[in-house]
């Protein structure tokens, strides 16, 4: 398998722009979270879907952002609009819970967004 | 919520030596205790985990302890390599709430 794939690697816009983030999490995985790591907050969970459902969207810091997960191979964080504090690094993982309970988590390589 | 304190936030050893990462966690219902490895311009990588019914586990050179008692844990990683050179995270989660908590990370340097 490729991986949890994100795209793309690097995105720069100007603040008021939309952004969409793209993942595509590892086949037969049911759980996709995404998380956002910066230098003075580190790594922090956005939100996490379980079968395509959003569960837990708690960390999602306003109404600029949103996410949704169409199908179980396609998931897009978008922000709208884009402000320079939102400048980070955003990793899309997955994990299968399968029959025994795991939670090992596959992150993507992320995408860099740096809003001008 | 949980909250996952990691110390020592840089951590520069020999080669050779060894090198002791610890987490604390506040949620005693966290059962489950991964750590990442982050090198320059990737994603988090899983280099060894260990769940709340095990008090320690090893994998070759690298070996994570754990105290529920305390509410902590630790890595060990002996026989350092240059290529051992990372941010290492601590992470821990319960059976209800999968997203990971994450520690802070440790910038591990290596010196040949």
């Known amino acids: 398998d490729a991986g949890v794939i994100q795209s793309p690697r690097h995105e720069v816009t100007e603040m008021g722009q939309e952004v969409t983030l793209r993942c595509k999490p590892i086949?037969?995985?049911?759980?996709l979270f995404w998380y956002r790591q910066t230098m003075m907050r580190g790594l922090e969970l956005l939100i996490y879907?379980?079968?395509?459902?959003?569960?837990?969207d708690s960390g999602m810091p306003e109404d600029r952002f949103s996410a949704k997960m169409p199908n179980a191979s396609f998931s897009t964080l978008k922000i709208q609009p884009s402000e320079p504090r939102d400048s980070a690094v955003y990793f899309c993982?997955?994990?299968?819970?399968?029959?025994?309970?795991?939670?090992?988590?596959?992150f993507g390589a992320g995408t860099r967004l740096s809003v001008l | 919520g949980e909250n996952v304190e990691q110390h020592p936030s840089t951590l520069s050893v020999q080669e050779g030596d060894s090198a002791v990462i610890k987490c604390t966690y506040s949620?005693?219902?966290?059962?489950?205790f991964p750590w990442y490895k982050q090198e320059l311009g990737k994603g988090p990588q899983l280099i060894i985990d260990?769940?709340?019914?095990?008090g320690e586990k090893k994998d070759q050179r690298i070996a994570v302890t754990l105290n529920k008692t305390a509410k902590h844990f630790s890595l060990h990683i002996t026989e350092t390599q240059p290529e051992d050179s990372a941010v290492y995270f601590c992470?821990?989660?319960?059976?209800?709430?999968?997203?990971?908590?994450f520690g802070s990370g440790t910038r591990l340097q290596v010196q040949p």
């Open positions: 949620d005693s219902a966290s059962n489950y």
């Open positions: 260990i769940r709340s019914n095990v």
């Open positions: 993982a997955s994990s299968f819970q399968g029959l025994i309970a795991k939670n090992i988590q596959y």
């Open positions: 086949s037969g995985h049911d759980y």
């Open positions: 992470a821990a989660s319960n059976t209800g709430r999968r997203a990971l908590t």
């Open positions: 879907f379980n079968n395509n459902v959003p569960i837990d």
